[in-house]
C-alpha cells in the first residue's frame, strides 16, 4: 500500500563506505521509514552494511538501485539535498525542519519526495545539486561542520518523524495525556496548605504571606494534575492530624 | 572558560563498542560541544574509537573518565537520562526538544548539565536512572525502536545546537534567573520527605515507594531551586516537630 512515509524516500550518491549504507538503513527504519535508495555506491552489498543495519536488514535488502541521481529521482516531484553551507549553486537553503515539514506536506498531498545525501568525502557535485529543488544545512559548528553522512541521515530522518507525528496529530487533536488540576483544585489545596502551615507551627511570629506566595508559586510552575492534588492533600491531611495530637500531648 | 556550553556534558555509560564512543565525539564536536564523559566504557582506548572520531580526536583525548555514573554527575544540577519507553522507572518523560530546551537554560543559569546514555544492549540500568531527573526519548517508530548509540547521541546534540543557538539569537537577555538545586540538595530534601511521611504514619501499611515516586516526579517537574528546596524542608521539620510531640502525646 501506498502511505505517505512510502512516498519519502533517502537517497545516497556515491557511499564510499558500506557501513555508511547500513547504519543510514537503521536511521530510516527507526524512524519510520523505509525506501533507501542507492546510486553507484562504491562497495554494495557488503558484510559492514549488514553488520551496521542491525534489526534493519529488510530496508538494506529492499534498497532500490540506480546509476544516476536522475534516474533515482525521475518520478519525484520535490528533490532536497543535503550540502554543508556556501555552496557555489545558488538553492534555496532549507533548515532540516523546514525542509522535512516541507517533504512531509508533499508526501501527504501524493507527491513522491527524495532527500539527497553526496559522497562522504566530496558531497554532493554541482551537477547533481542542479537536480535538487533546494538545499538542506544542518547547522553544524562553522569550526567543524563534518557530520558523519549516517549522523546526517538520522539528523534528517528524525525530523521527518517528527513531522510526520506532527501532521498525524494535527489530525486526530485530543492529546490524551494529564488531565491538568483544575483552578477550585488547586485553591482548596493551597487553602489546605496555609492552614496546615499555622497547625504544625511554621510561621513563628512571622507574616506567613512571603511562604504561601512562594509555595503557590513553586505548585502552580510544577502543573499538578489532580491526582497529585490528592496525594498532597492526604499528606497535609495526616500531617494536621499529628499536628493536632502534638498540640494535645503538649498541653 | 567556562561557557554555556562547556557546562553541557555527553556521559557515556558502559559502551560496548568503542566505535560508537569516537562517533559520539565527533557528534558533539560537530554540534559545538566538548565535553565526554565515560562511565566504565568496555574497551577505550581503542583504534575503533580513533577511527569514527576523524577530526573529533581532540574531544576523545580530552574524554573524562569515571568508575560510577553518580561520580560522573555528582556536581550536576540537572540530569537526563535517555531511555527507551515505557521504562518501571516513573521519570517525568521529555522529548528531545523540551530535553534541549531544558538543559541549555539551566547551563544558561551556570548549571552543570549532563545527558546520559547507557549501553548498547541494555541501556541505562534503573539504578543509573534513579540519578536522572527526568528521562529523554527519542520519538522512533514502536515497530523497531532501537536507534544506534551514537546516533541517539547525534539526535541529541543536534538539539542542544538549536537551542543554544536559539538562546543565542534571544538575545545575550542575560537571564540573572534562579540557580536551580543541586542534585545533592534535592536528594537531601527527599530522603526528609520519606521519612517525615513515615513519621506522620501516611503510608498506613501501604508499600512507601509509589507515593515518593510520584513526589520526586512532582517536584523534580518543578526545578526547584535552592531556596525552595530550604523552604519546603523547614516546613517538613515542623511537620516532624510536630509528630515527635504527637507521638509521645498519644502514648
Redesign the interface.
Known amino acids: 500500500m501506498e502511505t505517505s512515509a512510502s512516498r519519502l524516500r533517502i537517497v545516497l550518491v556515491g557511499t564510499q563506505h558500506p557501513g555508511n549504507i547500513g547504519?543510514s538503513a537503521?536511521?530510516l527504519?527507526?524512524?519510520?521509514l523505509s525506501r533507501l535508495a542507492l546510486v553507484a555506491p562504491e562497495r554494495f552489498p557488503h558484510a559492514d552494511a549488514d553488520a551496521?543495519a542491525?534489526?534493519?536488514g529488510d530496508v538494506l535488502a529492499s534498497a532500490e538501485r540506480h546509476a544516476t541521481l536522475a534516474e533515482a529521482v525521475a518520478d519525484c516531484r520535490l528533490v532536497l539535498g543535503c550540502t554543508a553551507r556556501d555552496r557555489r549553486v545558488a538553492l534555496e537553503p532549507l533548515a532540516p525542519r523546514e525542509a522535512a515539514a516541507r517533504a512531509v506536506e508533499a508526501a501527504g498531498s501524493g507527491a513522491a519526495v527524495a532527500i539527497v545525501f553526496g559522497p562522504e568525502r566530496t558531497g554532493l557535485s554541482n551537477e547533481d545539486l542542479h537536480l535538487c529543488h533546494a538545499a538542506v544545512h544542518?547547522?553544524?559548528?562553522p569550526?567543524?561542520?563534518?557530520?558523519?553522512l549516517?549522523?546526517a541521515v538520522?539528523?534528517l530522518t528524525?525530523e521527518l518523524?517528527?513531522a510526520s507525528?506532527a501532521a498525524e496529530s494535527a489530525g486526530d487533536g485530543a492529546e490524551l495525556g494529564r488531565s491538568l488540576a483544575s483552578h477550585a483544585e488547586l485553591e482548596g489545596f493551597f487553602g489546605q496548605l496555609a492552614q496546615?502551615?499555622d497547625?504544625?507551627?511554621?510561621h513563628k511570629g512571622r507574616a506567613p504571606d512571603s511562604?504561601m506566595r512562594?509555595?503557590r508559586r513553586?505548585?502552580l510552575?510544577?502543573?499538578?494534575d489532580a491526582?497529585?492534588v490528592r496525594?498532597?492533600r492526604?499528606?497535609l491531611a495526616?500531617?494536621q492530624?499529628?499536628?493536632?495530637?502534638?498540640?494535645?500531648?503538649?498541653r
Chains 1, 2 share one sequence.
Open positions: 547504519s537503521r536511521a527504519k527507526t524512524m519510520g551496521m542491525a534489526g534493519a544542518i547547522p553544524a559548528d569550526a567543524y561542520s563534518s557530520l558523519n549516517a549522523a538520522q539528523v528524525y518523524r517528527l507525528l496546615t502551615l497547625e504544625i507551627d511554621f511562604a512562594k509555595l513553586l505548585y510552575r510544577a502543573g499538578l491526582k497529585e496525594l498532597l492526604g499528606i495526616d500531617a492530624r499529628m499536628a493536632s495530637l502534638g498540640r494535645s500531648g503538649s
